[in-house]
């Protein structure tokens, strides 16, 4: 994982029981949108999620499929800021 993390999301990630493997995958193939506020939220989106299929295989997005409703913060110094799951869409401003 390249981006830092801050001690607020690495609790976060304990709590919501979300693996570092998890939120790698995340970063790498979830899809970024502006929060309005300086932060990018990322998280998986149709599009997203049929690259992953594409690239990783359906096999191995069994590993990470209970995952695939997580979303990051990353703040304007690329630190992920914290770490949670979605229970509804993300209302788009």
Same mark, same amino acid.
């Given at each position: 994982?390249?981006?830092?993390?801050?001690?607020?999301?690495?609790?976060?990630?304990?709590?919501?029981?979300?693996?570092?493997?998890?939120?790698? %995958?995340?970063? +790498?193939?979830?899809?970024?949108?502006?929060?309005?506020?300086?932060?990018? %939220?990322?998280?998986?989106?149709?599009?997203?999620?049929? $690259?992953?299929?594409?690239?990783?295989?359906?096999?191995?997005?069994?590993?990470?499929?209970?995952?695939?409703?997580?979303?990051?913060?990353?703040?304007? +110094? +690329?630190?992920?800021?914290?770490?949670?799951? $979605? $229970?509804? $869409?993300?209302?788009? %401003?």
């Amino acid at each position: 994982m390249n981006a830092p993390l801050t001690s607020h999301a690495r609790i976060r990630m304990q709590q919501r029981g979300i693996p570092p493997a998890a939120l790698e %995958v995340l970063l +790498d193939y979830g899809r970024e949108s502006h929060d309005h506020r300086g932060c990018r %939220v990322v998280a998986f989106d149709k599009r997203a999620r049929r $690259r992953l299929v594409e690239e990783m295989g359906a096999k191995a997005i069994c590993a990470v499929e209970r995952y695939l409703n997580a979303y990051a913060v990353v703040g304007p +110094d +690329d630190a992920i800021v914290t770490v949670g799951r $979605r $229970r509804r $869409r993300f209302e788009h %401003v």
